[in-house]
Every structure is written in C-alpha cells, then in structure tokens.
C-alpha cells in the first residue's frame, strides 16, 4: 500500500505540475490576446503622429522667435513644405515601428520571466519585482528614444525650414553646462554652414576651417545620442 503511493506520488506532482503550466499558458495566451486587440499599431500611430505634430509646432514656433531675436522681423511660418511633410511622414512610420518593437520586446521578456520562474518554481513576490524591473527598462528606453528622436527630427525641421527661407548657415548654440560634451562646447557660437557638417567659419562664411582642427562634432546640432545643442539659422531679408 506504501509503496503503491509512493509511486504515484511523482506523476501526481508531475501531473499538478503541468496542469499549473497549462493554466498559466491558458492565461498568458489570454493576456497576449488582449493586449493584441487594443491595437498596438493604431495606438503606436496615433502616438507618434500626435507627438511629431506637436514637435513641429513647436519647432515653428521656436524658430519664429529666433528669427525675431536676430534681425528684429516678424514673420509667421514657414508653414509645412512638401520637404517637412515628407520628413514628417517618414518619422512617423519610424516611431510607429520603435514603440511597437518595445511592445512585442516587452511581451517576449514578459513571457520568459514567467516561464522561468516557473520551472524554476520561484516564489510569486520574485516574480512581482522581476517583472516591475523590466517594466522600468521599457520606460527608460522609451524615454530615451523620446528623447532622441525629438532632437534629431528638431534639428531636420529647422534646417528644412530655415532652406526655405533661404537660409544657408547658423549658428551653433550649445547647452553649456556641465552635461555638454567638450567636441559641442567647443562648438558653441561658431558659424555653421547646412550643407557640410565637417567646417565651421570665424568670418561668417568668407572661408571655412576643419571642425576637427579644433575637435568639433561633425554632425549637426541635435543629431548625436542626447545632444541638446540647436542651430540658430541665420537669416537675411535684404
Ligand atoms: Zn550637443
């Protein structure tokens, strides 16, 4: 009698235990299910087209007043070209691929957390904080991206906008604090030509010298990972 419950005692467990992994499938499946019907994509779309919109309202914005600052006009736009359009178009099928790439990470990570700690039969809480971890690690590289991309698609915005005014050259204004990179701060206040981010001039644009003369970034304000440098463009109405 003993023995014959000893030997059932394994598949019992054997058989509790994979009841268990089945109802957690059951139920990752489920919330898989879910989070598929809330429509990444349409989310992920309307996220991104209402964060660019308001980023290149902004940057018009910004731009008006500098050109004000500087020569003392008041103009209203450059409204939207088929240049910044295009532009826009393009950022928002970019974005609309990062957050949903962070999503599908996210789930997979998710999912493997649980198996693991599954088969590892760890306790619930472990379970809890693991998977508040990698939530953390999404937020974080969602907000760097956020980041990132607003100051890269920033500095195309200025630069399309200030070619339609005509504008060849700017200025470059950096953050100078004890954040900014030596390679920018060196950069700060030089006369800056669009089209060429490798020279800089110290007779606004007679003639032109090596950036890396003096150890200056080769790309322009906005474009390197957390640069908060931006152009001034200047501008003349003569
Ligand atoms: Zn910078």
Request: hydrophobic fraction near 35%; proline fraction near 3%; charge should be positive.
């Amino acid at each position: 009698m003993v023995s014959e419950l000893k030997n059932d005692s394994l598949p019992i467990n054997d058989a509790l235990f994979s009841k268990g992994v089945q109802l957690l499938a059951a139920q990752m499946t489920r919330i898989n299910e879910r989070l598929e019907s809330l429509n990444i994509n349409a989310f992920a779309a309307s996220l991104a087209a209402g964060f660019l919109e308001r980023l290149n309202r902004n940057n018009r914005r910004s731009m008006d007043g500098n050109i004000k600052r500087a020569t003392g006009i008041d103009i209203t736009g450059p409204a939207n070209t088929p240049d910044i359009r295009e532009l826009l178009d393009v950022k928002i099928a970019e974005n609309v691929a990062l957050i949903s790439s962070i999503k599908t990470e996210y789930i997979n990570d998710i999912g493997k957390i649980v198996r693991d700690n599954v088969i590892n039969g760890e306790r619930s809480t472990r379970l809890i904080t693991e998977i508040k971890e990698r939530g953390k690690v999404t937020e974080s590289r969602a907000k760097l991206i956020a980041r990132t991309e607003t100051a890269k698609v920033n500095s195309q915005l200025t630069q399309l906008r200030a070619e339609s005014l005509g504008s060849k050259y700017y200025i470059w204004s950096a953050s100078n604090d004890e954040r900014t990179r030596p390679d920018h701060e060196v950069m700060d206040g030089k006369y800056c030509k669009f089209d060429d981010d490798t020279v800089y001039s110290d007779d606004q644009g007679k003639t032109w010298k090596k950036r890396s003369s003096i150890g200056g970034v080769e790309q322009a304000p906005g474009i390197p990972i957390n640069c908060r440098c931006v152009h001034l463009p200047v501008v003349n109405f003569g």
